[in-house]
């Protein structure tokens, strides 16, 4: 039976390949080169379809609570440097192979540089992802035109906790360049929450996280999110009465 039904999800597979191979190509380019080999990001929800039906019927994943990744674990570590402290980000592949290769993408174009890390909500998030300047903007964030498709939705893969860094979104299939670090549990219900990876403690990454929540409380300035389209529009200019706020200044790979 397994045999069978695996038989017919290439077929479709191969259907839905070239049904959307004009919107397929740029990410077929940029996922090959990776050391995962897999098809296009927007068929990720297809195949972990599958692979949960296999689980039914042949058993569970290691997680028991979540479905199997399709790709092996690869980990990259990100390290920001920001006006509050360096924290670093460690994502792993396996999590969301679509959301940790568009993070990539966004840190390699400098996309995070200079942002501001303008939505603090203590005890629940905080949030950044538009660009300093609305160029920049333009080429990541479909809203505003960025000739890029949004990123498919992906089943999440592991608990959130203070410290889980994931895309934020507007519901189903919105993920594109807006992030938000979890403060505490209870994320994960959304279809656009799913977690790429963890801050890490071990280098103490989390005091630069405790300042900005902080640095907000003690400025006043309160949680900032209705500013959010006006940062797109303006980009920092938008928040010029604000000079408190706490920015990133640069990130990179380690």
């Known amino acids: 039976m ?20 004009p919107h397929a190509t740029r990410h077929l380019s940029l996922l090959n080169e990776s050391r995962c080999k897999r ?18 019927e042949g058993g569970l994943s290691e997680s028991g609570d979540f479905p199997p990744s399709i790709c092996p674990q690869e980990i990259h570590r990100i390290r920001f440097s920001t006006t509050a402290g360096d924290f670093t ?3 792993d592949l396996a999590l969301s192979p679509s959301g940790v290769t568009r993070f990539l993408e966004l840190v390699d174009d400098g996309f995070f540089n200079d942002q501001l890390i303008y939505r603090v909500d203590p005890g629940f998030v905080i949030q950044f992802g538009v660009a300093s300047s609305p ?18 939705d992906e089943p999440n893969r592991q608990h959130f906790k203070a410290g889980t860094v994931s895309f934020a979104g507007s519901g189903v299939d919105s993920r594109s360049c807006h992030v938000f670090i979890a403060l505490g549990e209870g994320l994960g219900g959304a279809a656009h929450e799913t977690a790429l990876g963890n801050i890490e403690e071990e280098d103490g990454s989390m005091i630069a996280i405790e300042n900005i929540v902080r640095n907000r409380e003690e400025s006043g300035y309160g949680i900032l999110l209705d500013m959010q389209e006006a940062l797109i529009r303006e980009g920092n200019n938008a928040l ?8 990133i200044i640069a990130c990179g790979r380690l």
């Open 2 to 21: 397994i045999f069978a039904r695996f038989l017919c999800a290439c077929a479709i597979l191969s259907g839905a390949v070239e049904s959307f191979q």
């Open 39 to 56: 098809p296009a990001s927007h068929l990720y929800n297809f195949l972990d379809d599958y692979k949960n039906n296999v689980d039914e």
């Open 89 to 91: 980000i460690r994502l």
């Open 135 to 152: 160029d920049m903007q333009s080429r990541w964030d479909p809203q505003v035109g960025a000739p890029i498709a949004p990123l498919p």
């Open 240 to 247: 010029h009465e604000y000079q408190g706020v706490d920015r």
